[in-house]
């Protein structure tokens, strides 16, 4: 079967390479004619591919031109209209970010993988932590905190030690980063319809930024994040290598 491809890279010399091989062998369209787009890249790459495709709702089918390459396949040339015919789809939703910053100006963000809060001063960050509106940590002393979706609970989540959740669980990671106190809290696992606050304790002197993906917002008070359950992006992989094999092995290595 013959797909209608709309070929998207990122600028290293790799990407662009493939970039132009493939169009030359599979041809080129606008994301409007398509009916998969095929993403060149890294993880990176494809998070941006995602956020900029997602009011098209079209599968996305990566291959990997960067690092670690966690959310793409394999790089081939060849038979990619039978591996895109043949490939697993996996959907998924995004976390959104509301952030209220200290000058009272409201900035809201899609997340794919996490939501993080970072400290922006010397001085370590001051969160207290509500979920449903109950007030669950009245002041975490800490570098930063996350809430991470299964699909990002093996990038930064996974290195600061939160937990991998499989895909499809109804569960989101909350993962501390280097907290001081209270001193032995890591984190815990939330239900996906949890409502979060982070509200920042004395901004001025101890500033927090708040990153969705790669949307970063400085002098943040108040984080609210909740899923967005209308929000779907749809991930393209190779039979036998999905999302939950990858998660598998992460957890075996």
Known sequence: MDHQIAFTSSSSIAA????????????????????VIVALGGDGFMLQTLHASQKFGLPVYGMNRGTVGFLMNPYQEDDLMARITAAEETAINPLRMQATDSAGAEHIALAINEVSLLRAGPQAAKLRISVDGRIRIDELVCDGALLATPAGSTAYNYSAHGPILPIGTDVLAMTALNAFRPRRWRGALLPKKAHVRFEVMDPEKRPVMADADSTSISNVAIVDITSEEHVQHRLLFDPGHGLDERLLQEQFV
């Open 16 to 35: 662009q390479t493939g970039f132009e091989k493939l169009t030359e062998r599979y041809g080129n369209c606008a994301p409007q004619a398509a009916d």
